[in-house]
């Protein structure tokens, strides 16, 4: 009887081991494993497996399925089929003329991956080329397909992959990544593909999805890199793991080959989905009928790329991509200033008090003389006669840092007239409301950008901030403190019982927009008048706003821009978004705030281009001979990216108001990703800035046009350049030199106002000191910012050095405009405020400032400077 069992025992262990075959190919290394079986159909993945602390966790749904993509005709680029909204209004309207043939291409066969045919296929040959490398073979009805897996030895995580056509048919082809496994939605803990939406559940309808992001689309879009920051699709599991697909560098497009613009080429196509709309990361390549798929018989196509495959979630993810595929701080460590961002904030000082440079014009507006900038961008009903003013902060900055008689005389009280004049006091609905962005000069009235609306999110703007701006350095201004309290009391008036606000209103006083949310940082205005006038309902029904905004949009990635004539394209509302947060956390405590605050900074990383990696190649840029990275996209953010944005046609923007909020998250999180953004944006963009007056192009594409159509755009460069620079300050000085910051710039980033109470520098008081001309340093990678003693006694000037080594030059000082008295002291003093040196009493010194470093040089004088 035993051994009639153990018989049987032996008989059942032969039977499992055949039944467990072993796999036909393996690739694996200590921290992941990819296993191929061979299937009646082809090789089939059968195992993919990480290791997560020491442990092997198999992964479900394995596959190893290829397509390939054939049309024997160039598809068609636009598309007649109509769409609407949830609410069933057609998408877009006629008035938004940017984006109603915009939208026609981006909705084509091929973006919506539908045109040509399929071949769906399991390679059927496979044999080992190497140490953990195998090629697999398919021979198709169009051509025999190569493929190449790897695992890469610098990086465990990651498999490389290289696919190789011969074409045996004339036609236009694609290949597609294969599915290495597929997450089933139910498991979907975050989507991205970086530029064009995040979230983590799917959004079926086709506008909300692919036209603003709000949601994962549930079509199987190919996204066009033009307005991709980062070429890597990325889907983190709730099983635990991240997959992403990188492509290699070298495939995505140059938006400048040569001597002019190619932004707008296409060669590589990102997805979330496959073409079935089974959720797994997906790279095409060439985009079908795009530049370089057209093949005629015996020609090939060759196709790099990288799976990226870890226990890690999709920000840390995304650094891998940014840093050690499209090698971000090689870009970065070439640029070098020709120009500091002192000079030319001190340069543009000289265009804005200029009223022919900088456009400066006074109307009548129902007997008030009211001040503003001409505007000749796009706003409708519009005869070149718009007006506008930009940042009030940067406005009542300047002019008090620098003490100017004609900015304090000629601008400010115009100005001031301007902004009271935008606010309706008369009785109704809109009582307290902002009645338009733009003022037209010809029919003397007041309107939106894009249309006969009122906005919520104008109120917070162009009542809320700009007014506490002015009355955070006028804070006896009863007037304004009425205004303010005006439009607060409405905001509180139009708040939903959720917490919520509608997008607009009609003039006719009916909520429009309905098929949108209002994903914008709103509730920011009622943290002002909390602010300036101390009213607990304030801040109460900001908390219940900013609650709404963060369980509904930011824990889901949904947020909405600003921009009327963009219909409201996710734009900097979202960097605002953090710093907003992040001041709602320093008012109450709450660390659910700064969590949120952290949370949408790591999602606007994804509104900065990564691609393609800057080199010193050398190009032609109207005709002047220039190097790549002067002019490369990478480190720029864009002012609405995705399906809608400008970026599409225009390419980034240099308006990094973005940079200083950037260098606070840096400081709060240790995440470098955010300083090395912040500082790539800043740093070496000497190339778009116009040469008479500082002032940089908004858009990529004007290269150094200057300041164009948006002269008040000038206002907006001096608020950010100057956040920038202070909190570089604060965070190389490890907090020693603080200067407090006012409210949120509207509309255009998350910048902040300055200079309307002292700061400290190593515990003593320090006025912010703006002196046009007085200070000159002869390395343009040093940059510097003045500032006074309380008693007038003390100048500091504090000098940043912007390159990872050391830096020296020649600093020479007018002390002239400071009217002081004798200097009786000169002395360096290191980020710590410990003296380093004492120098020579002259006007001239030499300096060296240690690699991303700071020193102050700290003069004593006899009497006070006035």
Known sequence: MKHLINCLLLSLLFSCSILQNEPDFILENDHLKIAWEL??????????????????????????????IRSETKPEEKSEQPYQTTTGQKFPEEIYKYQTEHWKEQVNSVALNTAGKTIEFFPDEAQ?????????????????????????????????????????????????????????????????????FHGNKLESNLVLGYGYGNGVPSSPIVFSEKTATTLSPIISSKQGFTLALISNPELGRDPWKKDQMSHNDCNVGLSHMNRQAKLTPSIYYPVLGEFGSEKKTGESLNFGFRFSLSDRDWFETLNHAVYNVFEFEKGLNLRKNRQSLSSRVNEMYGYLTDPETSLWRVEDYEGVKIGAQAYLGGVVGSDKDAMKNADYGAM???????????????????????????????????QGAAIGQYFLSKPKIFVEEWGKMVEPIALTYYIMLDIGNILLFEPENEELKKRLTLGADLLLDWQKEDGSWAVAYSREEEEIFLELQDFRPTFYGLLVAHRILKDQKYLEAAIRGADWYLENGVKNGSFLGVCGDMRYAPDFATGQTAQAFLDLFDMTGDEKYQAAAIQAAKIYTTYIYTHPIPSREIKTV????????????????????????????????????????????????????????ARSAAIGRHAFVDEKTSVASYYWKGMNSGAGPFPHHAWWQVGWITDYLFSEIELRSNGKITFPRGFITPKVGPHQSYGFEAGKIFGEKAFQKIVPDAVSVSNPSIEYVIASSEKGDKIWVTLLNQENESQSGDLKIDFTPFQSGKLLSTKVLDYNGSEIEKKEIKAEWEISVPAMGLIVLEFEFEKNPL
Do not use: C
């Open 39 to 68: 299937k009646d159909w082809g090789y089939k993945i059968s195992e993919v497996a990480i290791k997560v602390e020491g442990k092997w966790q198999t992964l479900p749904n394995p596959s190893g399925e290829y397509t390939l």
């Open 396 to 430: 009542w900055m300047l002019a008090n840092a620098t003490g100017s008689s004609y900015l304090k005389g000629k601008v400010l009280p115009y100005a001031l007239n301007f902004k009271l004049a935008q606010q309706q006091t008369s009785g109704g609905f809109f």
């Open 128 to 196: 080992p080329i190497g140490e953990n490398k195998i090629q697999f073979k398919k021979k198709t009805d169009w051509g025999t397909v190569m493929i190449t897996w790897s695992l890469d030895p610098k990086f465990p995580q990651d498999i490389l992959i290289e696919e190789n056509l011969e074409v045996s048919q004339d036609g236009f082809y694609s290949l597609s990544s294969p599915i290495l496994l597929i997450i089933p939605e139910a498991d979907l803990e975050w989507a991205a593909v970086p530029g064009y």
């Open 622 to 677: 109207n005709g002047k001979q220039i190097q790549d990275w002067e002019i490369a996209q990478a480190g720029l953010s864009f002012e609405h990216g995705g399906t809608l944005g400008s970026a599409n046609f225009h390419g980034p923007i240099l308006l990094a108001s973005h940079a200083g909020m950037f260098i606070r998250m840096h400081q709060l999180t240790g995440e470098r990703i955010f300083a090395d953004m």
